[in-house]
């Protein structure tokens, strides 16, 4: 029995608990037109701003649909809307397409399947982008407990007495409900899948090394439905 749901692989920064063509112009121009620069517009998300701004963009962003594709198939998932932190922030991550290039990173199977890093440099920089030092607090007064097809948040630590979340993975479990009796009360659950557990199954049935990673990169894209 695992004892809980952080990562147990390394990535370049820590260890964690998912072409335009150009066209030219015909006539020359006095001054050669500047490309526009796409920028982010929301600001870097710290401990300090982490809550107001997942409330306002949750108000802003009420979608509560999400699919998960695989090369082994598609995995639909609802988000809760009793954890509205956990919620706006995977509709954030998956509008900055944070998750491209990401992994299924764990398999345990008959337990769970994590996802939400990879060993690629861009991972990495995509979380300083976003905010690398921010966690989600725990939203688990709803007392929900983990089912079959439960989509919850993973640990960055395993002491961890304010029951955060890491914000950039989530993990779904696929055991019975009396093997996650040490994780209810400690894990945020904010969603569930609804269709493509079959995928789920089959992406827990890979062959993995003794550290749960999965022997070949099974990448992963977020879509809101």
Not at 134 to 157: D, F, M, W
Request: glycine share 6%.
């Amino acid at each position: 029995m695992l004892a809980s749901c952080e990562d147990k692989k390394k990535t370049s920064e820590e260890k964690t608990e998912v072409t335009k063509e150009i066209v030219k112009d015909t006539v020359p121009s006095e001054k050669p037109i500047e490309p526009e620069v796409e920028t982010n517009k929301y600001p870097e998300i710290t401990e300090e701003n982490m809550v107001a701004f997942l409330t306002q963009y949750g108000k802003e962003n009420p979608e509560t649909k999400v699919r998960v594709s695989t090369y082994l198939g598609d995995i639909d998932i609802e988000l809760f809307e009793d954890t509205p932190l956990h919620r706006a922030n995977f509709i954030y991550l998956t509008k900055q397409e944070y998750f491209e290039e990401t992994f299924v990173h764990r398999i345990a199977p008959g337990f769970i399947i994590q996802a939400g890093n990879s060993d690629l440099r861009s991972t990495p920089k995509k979380r300083a982008a976003i905010g690398k030092n921010y966690l989600l607090p725990a939203e688990i007064s709803n007392k929900r407990t983990h089912q079959y097809g439960s989509v919850c948040g993973a640990k960055e630590y395993r002491e961890n007495p304010d029951k955060k979340s890491a914000p950039f993975e989530f993990y779904i479990f696929i055991g019975e409900p009396r093997q996650a009796n040490h994780l209810n009360g400690d894990y945020t659950i904010f969603g569930k899948v609804t269709n493509g557990m079959d995928v789920v199954e089959a992406i827990s049935k890979l062959p993995a090394d003794e550290g749960e990673w999965p022997k070949s990169n099974v990448y992963i894209s977020v879509t809101v439905r």
